[in-house]
């Protein structure tokens, strides 16, 4: 069985990025992520300060523009104009959930396309479904990084990723079919969702219920990428139950250290690509 080490991946990409920002640098070029925070939700918050961190830590500039709950959806919007408009910020990151009398739809679709590194906007979306290029969300491309990076390939397997939400599930099924696999999405109407697991070469949880795919449902040598991250009894655990998964995988991603530890350099990534 293969540990796939998710804090490995990342390591070698961000060595990479610190490489390209340097170069930008010697050419005058000064990238910043600007990062809008509104409210006072504390995993938002927490995120943008991670977030600047590691920008920061590959020698962009990191710069949260912080509002309070209260802030007008005018306000918002004009600040994200604002940066639209500035050469030197290459992404914008807008920390959701949003205070709830703003429409987040209208200030999300306010991020020019060239700068929305989440990949959160209309436009990014139906450019990743019709397999233009593309801002890839955060995680749906960190689960990529890790299967590129111990060469997993996906042509001609079937994946069967469990979960179907729009910043996971369903942008993870486009990227799979994209690499011409045969995809299966299942969610929480799924019938028989063991039976359908067990089908899998590559298995994929994005659920947020730990250890809700159980050693049984996986297929003797196949992949395993968990992408959940839940709390049980204080500890950090993810969908797969992962001692049992790990005797029955061919390669498993461990929580912590796996997907997670990587999702934030793909950002950075993102920061880095389109311009
Ligand atoms: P959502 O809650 O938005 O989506 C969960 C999905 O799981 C839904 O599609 C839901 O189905 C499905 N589901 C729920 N229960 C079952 C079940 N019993 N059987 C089958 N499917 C079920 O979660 P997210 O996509 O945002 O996140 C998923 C997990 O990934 C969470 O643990 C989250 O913390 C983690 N996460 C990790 C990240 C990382 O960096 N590693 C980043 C983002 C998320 P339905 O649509 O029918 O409701």
Redesign the pocket.
């Known amino acids: 069985m293969q540990l796939l080490d998710g804090k490995k991946v990342a390591a070698w990409y961000r060595r990479r990025l610190r490489t390209q920002v340097e170069a930008r640098r010697k050419d005058g070029v000064y990238p910043e992520l600007a990062i809008v925070l509104a409210g006072e939700d504390t995993a938002s918050a927490m995120y943008a300060s991670s977030m600047k961190k590691a920008a920061e830590a590959i020698g962009l500039q990191g710069t949260i523009h912080r509002f309070a709950a209260t802030v007008t959806e005018e306000t918002l919007l004009s600040c994200i104009e604002r940066l639209n408009g500035k050469d030197e910020v290459f992404g914008i990151l807008l920390m959701l959930p949003l205070p709830s009398h703003i429409h987040a739809n209208r200030v999300i679709n306010a991020i020019c396309p060239e700068k929305d590194v989440d990949g959160l906007t209309d436009s990014s979306v139906a450019r990743l479904y019709t397999g233009k290029p593309s801002f890839i969300p ?2 749906p491309k ?1 689960v990529m990084a890790v299967l590129a990076y111990y060469h997993i390939a996906l042509a001609g397997k079937e994946v069967v990723i ?8 369903k942008p993870l099924a486009q990227l799979c079919l994209q690499e011409n696999a045969t995809v299966t ?6 019938q028989a ?1 063991s039976q359908v697991v067990r089908r899998a070469d590559v298995v994929i ?5 730990a250890a ?1 795919i159980t050693g049984d449902m996986i297929k003797p040598g196949a992949v395993v990428i968990d ?4 709390c049980k009894n204080g500890k950090t655990v ?2 797969v139950a992962f001692d049992e998964a790990a005797k029955i995988a061919g390669a498993i991603t461990p ?1 912590p250290g ?7 350099t793909m950002v950075l990534e993102n920061v880095l690509t389109h311009k």
């Open positions: 955060c995680t960190a469990v979960g179907r939400s729009n910043i996971v599930g999405v299942c969610h929480s109407h799924t969702l949880g994005a659920v947020g219920k809700c992408i959940g991250i839940n993810g969908d929580v796996g997907i997670g530890a990587v999702t934030t």
